[in-house]
């Protein structure tokens, strides 16, 4: 790592000011997403798919949330509007519309206020639906979309509200039944079809992910370089959402967690107000979200800009963990892989320390077996990334033809997954615990995209390994 030329973010492929930008990548690529849909639909028999975006939620009073839109939604049309719905019909004759869009009509006085919205029309034509209305047309439409349909598939029993109003859809379509109207008599989830889809990324998402990574590495980077001893948690996080805003993220992905000494040790700690006193170590696990992808970085490093020597023996086991677990990350293998090679380095680590005592364990395998590193390692070592920080997508294979008591197998790592390997060890004081590495909270996280021999690390612009944090530190401290 050079710490005296840092690694920069390459342009945005499209002008930020983009007044009316389209779907991101095109809107064939979702086009192509919602034509697998359909297919899978077909596969099952036909029906009306229904797909939702999020809604906006009120914070307090009448100011809202920064709206985000919903992630399976944003999958199959690349529409950011809130208010919205996706209706996909699987039984379209020649010429009827397969895939249809509700958004916000135009509005005039409202985009005073709020800001430009397409309106139907326009979607339509940007984002390549067959038709689209405006979604106050909404409940008079889709009883007439779902009528004489086999089935319906969409996010069974996900959301009060809108089981709600299927039903009132449904109960539209069951009033007719007398003029010969026939409503849907059957329902899927059709989760598990896009989560299968989402869990192998294409090429447009692994671009937008390699660059979110990218901007979160500069911006730990930058964190790293501010740090002296006396800065408190929410400056560090400053720099942080600097960092994401200025290279054009939307923002973080998840609560940046910006933790000084035993806060380290609570593993989702929100950056608060302590400082980083001479001596602690800084634990940082923030990362953006850019084009509605997530990032997923930790950095842990020492506020003074050198490790101590028990935080560098702790900190040189975690780093081995993680290599472990990267060198077990490949096509083919299982995704407890990852994990157990990590827990192994992990565990033999913590007999090594005394963290563990040598005299209740008599091997690196009892350790495990017992589960005794887990009052130190609480967390699994890795999950899906990709428009949610947790990314959807069992971790166990489905297989409707094992028993329904028997625990599937591991899911399979393919190429284009993307997950992230992060170990960690978390020691709080007590009595049973060597004094020296009391309240050491420490967790390396980067991010991987699964190759056919291994994985490409895409978060690897900061820093990892203890030297080279401690050299850009220290000429930051130079130049300050
Ligand atoms: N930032 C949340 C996680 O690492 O899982
Ligand atoms: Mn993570
Ligand atoms: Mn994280």
């Known amino acids: 790592m050079n710490t005296t030329n840092p690694p920069t973010v390459p342009a945005a492929p499209r002008a930020a000011a983009d007044p009316l930008p389209g779907p991101d990548g095109g809107a064939a690529l979702y086009r192509e997403r919602r034509e697998r849909v359909l297919a899978a639909m077909r596969a099952r028999g036909g029906g009306v798919a229904l797909v939702p975006t999020a809604s906006e939620a009120l914070r307090n009073r009448d100011a809202d949330y920064p709206y985000r839109h919903d992630s399976y939604f944003y999958y199959l049309t690349g529409f950011t509007e809130p208010d919205a719905l996706l209706v996909l019909d699987a039984n379209a004759g020649d010429g009827q519309p397969a895939a249809i869009l509700f958004c916000r009509a135009k509005n005039p006085e409202r985009e005073t206020w709020d800001g430009f919205r397409f309106g139907p029309d326009a979607a339509r034509e940007t984002f390549g639906f067959d038709a689209a209305f405006p979604i106050d047309e909404r409940d008079a439409r889709v009883p007439q979309l779902i009528a004489n349909r086999p089935a319906l598939h969409y996010a069974l029993a996900a959301s009060n509200g809108f089981d709600t109003q299927v039903r009132g859809w449904l109960d539209a379509v069951r009033a007719q039944s007398r003029s010969g109207v026939t409503a849907p008599s059957a329902a899927y989830d059709l989760l598990p079809v896009l989560d299968d889809m989402r869990i192998v990324k294409d090429a447009h998402e692994l671009s937008v992910m390699r660059r979110a990574a990218q901007i979160s590495a500069l911006a730990h980077r930058r964190a790293m370089a501010a740090c002296r001893p006396g800065i408190r948690e929410y400056e560090l996080e400053a720099e942080l959402l600097y960092a994401f805003r200025k290279h054009g993220a939307q923002g973080p992905a998840y609560g940046s967690i910006v933790a000084a000494g035993a806060n380290a040790c609570v593993l989702h700690y929100p950056a608060g107000n302590a400082s980083a006193r001479d001596g602690d170590l ?50 083919g293998v299982d995704f407890e892989a990852p994990h157990q090679a990590a827990v192994r380095v992990l565990a033999q680590g913590l007999l090594d320390t005394g963290i563990i005592d040598r005299a209740r364990f008599a091997s690196v395998d009892d350790v495990i077996a017992e589960r005794a590193y887990a009052r130190f390692y609480m967390h699994r070592t890795g999950h899906w990334l990709g428009m949610d920080v947790h990314d959807a997508g069992d971790y166990r294979e489905r297989d409707a033809n094992l028993p329904a008591d028997a625990t599937p197998p591991w899911r399979t790592l393919r190429p284009s997954m993307t997950l992230t390997i992060e170990p960690g060890l978390y020691v709080r004081a007590a009595d049973d615990v060597p004094e020296r590495y009391w309240d050491i909270g420490i967790r390396i996280e980067d991010d991987a995209i699964v190759t056919a021999t291994g994985c490409e690390l895409i978060t690897r612009d900061v820093p990892v390994e203890a030297a080279e944090i401690e050299a850009l530190m220290q000429d930051a401290q130079r130049r300050a």
């Not at 506020?303 to 990267?326: H, K």
């Open 282 to 331: 800084v634990l940082i696990d923030a990362a953006c979200e850019l084009n509605g992808y997530a990032s997923d970085i930790t950095r842990t490093f020492p506020a003074n800009g050198r490790f101590t020597p028990a935080q560098r023996e702790l900190y040189d086991i975690v780093l081995a963990a993680q290599q472990a677990a990267i060198d077990a990350t490949r096509a």
